[in-house]
């Protein structure tokens, strides 16, 4: 059983009797004395792409969804499919924007580590690694003589992420993005 403050992007319950992959969550705390933790999620039905946003109070539980996992690795997009290779079997099969969504701007062509999630012999979605490496295509210029605080830039990727960079970093340079959350983690060398 899942519970609600394990609810966390890409973690998988059945909810109304389906599967559904969470895509978002929030929490929040009420000010009011004893007031409930509640968790804002985004949830995409698994078998029918249907998107929801539902709210859970702390304490509530979920069942798992029963998904097989295989290693698959992201080939190339041909502007309406997205297309990957089974890492066992080397089958391969395509997954549409809508199946994807926001991870799209993490696709590099031959990007390894991704997991296809399987219901019934069928592909619905796909799990990326927990980072990836994208090379900065553009970046703003730094701002000279900011010091207070740390400055952040923004960068654009090569699959057109948009990234917050230290001011350091510059166009061609490879960095390393956490794919949970979209954030800048290291420079690659």
Request: one cysteine or more.
């Amino acid at each position: 059983m899942i519970d609600t403050n394990q609810l966390k992007k890409g973690v998988c319950i059945v909810f109304k009797g389906a599967p559904m992959i969470v895509q978002t969550a929030t929490s929040s705390t009420p000010t009011a004395r004893g007031g409930n933790t509640i968790t804002k999620t985004k949830l995409k039905n698994l078998l029918t792409g249907q998107v929801l946003n539902e709210s859970f109070r702390s304490g509530e539980k979920f069942e798992e969804a029963d998904l097989e996992h295989h290693d698959c690795a992201f080939m190339y997009a041909d502007g309406t499919e997205w297309h990957f290779i089974d890492n066992q079997t080397f089958e391969q099969f395509s997954l549409s924007k809508d199946d994807i969504g926001s991870d799209v701007g993490y696709m590099k062509d031959g990007l390894e580590g991704l997991q296809a999630m399987v219901i019934d012999g069928q592909v619905v979605s796909v799990k990326l690694p927990l980072s990836v490496d994208l090379e900065v295509t553009t970046c703003d210029p730094a701002i000279k003589g900011a010091t207070a605080k740390a400055q952040l830039k923004n960068a654009v990727t090569e699959t057109g992420l948009e990234v917050l960079v230290p001011p350091y970093l510059a166009a061609g340079e490879m960095i390393r993005v956490d794919t949970r959350d979209g954030h800048f983690i290291e420079r690659v060398k």
